[in-house]
């Protein structure tokens, strides 16, 4: 007797599976109908039918509310990991196929980075990319936290590189250089000379940070809230170059990560490792989970650090890691 085989699925000639499920991914990704009409260019109602249509035709639950945005339930979650690649990769479908034709001879790239970044650690990068990639138009943008991970989510930079503390779920982080926290002075003052130095030592100086929105912040006030240790902070003021001319000026003392200190920094600054009571800072590549790596974006890649993400399946359409 012949062994019994199950029934295949059926699907209408004219069924279209790809809009449901890219409705699908995208209120996953953007938490809402709206935003995901928005990044679709269709209308909420439709949207909606959708992903109506989409339960209906699994027979589960998908997206449940939490506050103001919709996640997906166990079974939303397990859908989502197998049809985000299928439909990034179908999107990306036509971009991808005329980088196939061009190579890198030609194409886009957009990185997103902090000024510390652009100024003192991607010079060598960008040289040996421009060098080796003269047809590749690169576009670096100017950004820091939320703006840089908004452009990752968006599509609008490929990648970014810099710093983070806590990585997001829909985001990878690899981490590539380490730097030492630094506190930074005028020449003469007494903390420059100070022997032996104690975290306590700082409490009577009014400290420059960054807005407190930002990791270096959220650090500074985390190590000395730990340690039991007060502090005071002066003022805040965005990007180091000002914080370094402020303290030169005699307007307070910062801490401040190894990586944006030049040797002119040091002929007008003191400069001290704090390696002793806050952890190192990390700088490395972020890119959004399951993003298909351009050829332009692996070339750049591989300058930083070659086969950094060859594990995440960034270099073709495929499950990301978790």
């Given at each position: ?33 709206s ?42 979650e ?59 138009h ?38 590539v ?54 502090y ?38 003191a ?45 073709e ?6």
């Open positions: 007797m012949a062994a019994e085989r199950a029934a295949p699925t059926h699907f209408a000639y004219k069924g279209d599976r790809l809009k449901p499920l890219r409705a699908f991914c995208q209120t996953v990704r953007l938490g809402s109908v935003r995901a009409a928005e990044a679709l260019f269709v209308s909420q109602p439709a949207i909606t039918l959708q992903l109506q249509a989409l339960e209906r035709d699994l027979g589960v639950r998908l997206l449940e509310r939490s506050g103001r945005r919709l996640v997906p339930t166990r079974e939303g397990a859908l989502y990991e197998l049809t985000r690649p299928l439909v990034d990769s179908i999107d990306n479908l036509p971009a991808a196929f005329r980088q196939q034709l061009r190579g890198l001879d030609a194409g886009e790239l957009h990185v997103a980075a902090g000024t510390s970044t652009i100024l003192h650690l991607l010079p060598p990068i960008v040289g040996a990319f421009r060098q080796a990639q003269p047809g590749v690169l576009s670096l943008h100017n950004v820091t936290g939320a703006s840089g991970l908004d452009l990752l989510r968006s599509d609008a930079a490929d990648l970014a590189v810099g710093s983070m503390l806590d990585v997001p779920a829909d985001l990878d982080y690899a981490p250089y380490r730097f030492d926290p630094m506190l930074i002075t005028p020449p003469e003052h007494p903390l420059a000379r100070k022997r032996d130095l104690a975290l306590e030592d700082l409490s009577p100086y009014g400290l420059i940070l960054p807005p407190r929105r930002l990791t270096t912040y959220r650090l500074v006030d985390m190590v000395f809230h730990q340690q039991r240790v007060p005071t902070v002066a003022f805040e003021v965005g990007g180091w170059e000002v914080i370094k001319q402020y303290v030169a000026m005699g307007m307070g003392i910062s801490i401040v990560t190894a990586i944006c200190l030049s040797d002119a920094d040091r002929e007008r600054l400069a001290r490792s704090l390696a002793d009571w806050f952890p190192q800072r990390s700088y490395g590549v972020v890119v959004r989970k399951g993003k298909y790596l351009s050829p332009q974006a692996r070339a750049f890649v591989e300058l930083i650090k070659p086969d950094l993400f060859v594990r995440g399946d960034y270099y359409s495929g499950h990301s890691e978790r």
